[in-house]
């Protein structure tokens, strides 16, 4: 019974390279054949696939409108900012030619 044990324990390792479609052809046929055989193994990955159905239906919360407002709000700061140092850094290069 013990060597069944270690058995189960190398197919439920691949359990979900079967459900994510990742284990090489030779691979994905053996664990469906130990599937069709191993009820406590059937229902591991039966409860595999019912959590990945669920966790694809979840969709991410929308962010409040304010967030969207307030990353703008930012990025125009950053935009000004930018946009005041290469004014500066224009003036400083039209004093040096001017100077020399």
């Known amino acids: 019974m013990e060597g069944e044990g270690l058995m189960c324990e190398r197919y439920k390792e691949a359990l979900m390279g079967l459900l994510d479609n990742e284990l090489p052809e030779e691979v994905r ?25 669920l966790t694809n239906s979840l969709k991410p919360p929308s962010p409040d409108p304010s967030v969207w407002d307030h990353y703008y709000e930012g990025v125009c700061r950053k935009m000004r900012k930018s946009a005041y140092w290469a004014w500066w850094g224009g003036l400083a290069v039209a004093c040096v030619v001017a100077a020399a």
């Open 29 to 53: 046929k053996d664990v469906v054949t130990h599937l069709h055989e191993c009820p406590e193994c059937k229902a591991e990955y039966a409860s595999f696939r019912e959590l990945a159905r």
